[in-house]
């Protein structure tokens, strides 16, 4: 047996997947079976996630390191840098980079784009929430924004239920505009208050630090969902998230930011349900047609794990993807 000095680790090929690449091998269907089997894995405690570590730069943004891994899975890390400037530079707000590692040597095993998976993952997490929660006769919903995270909404929705209508609403109407024609079944409104009195789900995706509807819109057994981060407050009424039942991926999420939600400060974590407790039968979810069931996100490594493990292993499967040397 050789001595530990001399081993080298030499040169070994580590998979690439590009922001498109990881958009090819990441199917929304098999995304929210694997978003809902590891929120059980969360709650049964077979997953490691840890809270997220925030690096800022004053005046620019943030950046925030979350790793995961679930045994039968890689190790993911997944850095995600929130800059709001970026827009005017013609560059998303949100950028990430995800590592995964093998969990036998801990050798990398694939370098991947995380500005999608983050889209994506977070809307999933969010949808599967109206699937678990919201009634099953739901036929209207609404989006309110119209970035990233609206774009993916109205992406999913039509997954979950057999919908008649997606409203779309926006800070910019030309923006809800855009987005509607992304859907047949997509419409802007710049009437917002109308939009969420008629909505059987209500889904905010907003970067609002102040909130983009007023409670009393919300109807009896409507479903509302809120993935905005924007601290210390933000897009959800904090009497919407206290006066109904609310649910959340972990109870992290009564934490102080940047690792739990600014509308859920002062809460105390036994007023949450986690999805995952839904999910193996041990809470129950939506307990009548009149109750109103809140959601409210925080964003969790495990969702990205799982979303770069599907990517992964799909690409692997069918030999897709570039090579680096490390």
Not at 88 to 105: G, R, V, Y
Not at 256 to 263: A, F, I, K, N, R
Request: glycine share 10%.
């Amino acid at each position: 047996m050789k001595a530990a000095f001399e081993i080298k680790k030499g040169p070994r090929k580590v998979m690439i997947l590009s922001e498109s690449e990881v958009e090819k091998y990441l199917d929304p269907k098999e995304l929210l079976a694997g978003l809902e089997d590891g929120f059980r894995g969360l709650e049964l405690g077979e997953v490691q996630c840890p809270p997220r570590p925030r690096l800022s730069v004053p005046g620019k943004g943030f950046s925030l390191a979350m790793p995961a891994w679930r045994p039968g899975m890689q190790l993911t890390v997944k850095v995600v840098n929130v800059f709001d400037g970026n827009l005017k530079s013609d560059l998303p707000n949100h950028l990430a980079l995800i590592n995964l590692f093998d969990p036998e040597t801990g050798a990398a095993s694939c370098v991947m784009d995380g500005t999608y998976i983050t889209g994506i993952r977070t809307a999933a997490s969010a949808v599967l929430s109206a699937r678990m929660l919201s009634r099953s006769e739901a036929r209207i919903a609404t989006v309110i924004g119209a970035g990233v995270q609206g774009r993916e909404h109205v992406k999913f929705l039509p997954l979950i239920r057999n919908l008649d209508r997606i409203n779309v609403c926006s800070l910019r109407f030309e923006d809800a505009q855009k987005l509607a024609t992304q859907n047949e079944i997509a419409c802007a409104t710049a009437d917002v208050e109308t939009a969420v009195r008629e909505s059987d789900i209500l889904c905010l995706a907003t970067h609002s630090p102040t909130p983009v509807i007023r409670s009393e819109w919300v109807k009896l057994g409507a479903h509302v969902s809120s993935v905005g981060y924007y601290p210390p407050h933000g897009e959800l009424p904090r009497d919407l998230a206290s006066e109904h039942r609310l649910f959340v991926e972990t109870l992290d999420a009564f934490q102080p930011v940047p690792v739990g939600c600014g509308e859920l400060a002062g809460l105390h974590s036994s007023t949450g349900t986690t999805l995952g407790a839904v999910a193996l039968g041990r809470r129950p979810g939506r307990l009548s047609d009149e109750e109103i069931t809140v959601y409210k996100a925080m964003g969790v490594a495990m969702e990205d794990m799982v979303a770069a493990n599907l990517a992964y292993q799909k690409a692997k499967r069918e030999g897709g993807g570039g090579a680096m040397c490390w």
